[in-house]
T-cell receptor, first 110, second 113 residues
Framework: SQQGEEDPQALSIQEGENATMNCSYK?????LQWYRQNSGRGLVHLIL?????REKHSGRLRVTLDTSKKSSSLLITASRAADTASYFC??????????FGTGTRLTVIP | EADIYQTPRYLVIGTGKKITLECSQT?????MYWYQQDPGMELHLIHY???????EKGDLSSESTVSRIRTEHFPLTLESARPSHTSQYLC????????????FGQGTRLTVV
């Protein structure tokens, strides 16, 4: 990957459970963003966390960032079947381009 | 819904044909990007532009070319398509600030036979 890896590659949970996805990256960043992709479609932005922030919330989403470990996690609480999608982290670097991780396929079983 | 559009959504063409994938955005964004997405999901940046008459190659080498004659339009061209070009191509745009999100089109799924 250009920037890093996501873990796990695939995750299957029951509706109502929490889902946690992790992202690691390689270089210094300006911010880290999470995106969602439904099958065969474009990506949709979920949340952005700046390099000087440690945690951010948006609805059922919670993102953490540890710049010392070059890692981030996305937590989706009380998952729903409609959360089934692929989730990508992306880092914006000094060059201002946006580089994506390898993605996690989340399946929420009703 | 993001105001960024890609056409066509699906394209099946024969080897050796010249093709242009269209991408247009109505948000006035300076920055535009083309990503190629593997079947295994990873997105690779193949081209980007910071404004009119600015185009740069991304980190993944690509035989495609791009142009940016107008702010809203960022087409990608393959002069001679090959089966190895079969992939999903995603166009995105963002405004000039660094703490901004990217808006994506729905993608073009290209199959070269």
């Amino acid at each position: 990957s250009q920037q890093g890896e996501e873990d796990p590659q695939a995750l299957s949970i029951q509706e109502g459970e929490n889902a946690t996805m992790n992202c690691s990256y390689k270089t210094s960043i300006n911010n880290l963003q999470w995106y969602r992709q439904n099958s065969g479609r474009g990506l949709v932005h979920l949340i952005l966390i700046r390099s000087n922030e440690r945690e951010k919330h948006s609805g059922r989403l919670r993102v953490t960032l540890d710049t010392s470990k070059k890692s981030s996690s996305l937590l989706i609480t009380a998952s729903r079947a409609a959360d089934t999608a692929s989730y990508f982290c992306a880092t914006r670097t000094g060059a201002n381009n946006l580089f994506f991780g390898t993605g996690t396929r989340l399946t929420v079983i009703p | 819904e993001a105001d960024i559009y890609q056409t066509p959504r699906y394209l099946v063409i024969g080897t050796g044909k010249k093709i242009t994938l269209e991408c247009s955005q109505t948000m006035g964004h300076d920055k535009m990007y083309w990503y190629q997405q593997d079947p295994g999901m990873e997105l690779h940046l193949i081209h980007y532009s910071y404004g009119v008459n600015s185009t740069e190659k991304g980190d993944l080498s690509s035989e495609s070319t791009v142009s940016r004659i107008r702010t809203e339009h960022f087409p990608l061209t393959l002069e001679s398509a090959r089966p190895s070009h079969t992939s999903q191509y995603l166009c995105a745009s963002s405004d000039g600030g660094k703490d901004t999100e990217a808006f994506f089109g729905q993608g073009t799924r290209l199959t070269v036979v």
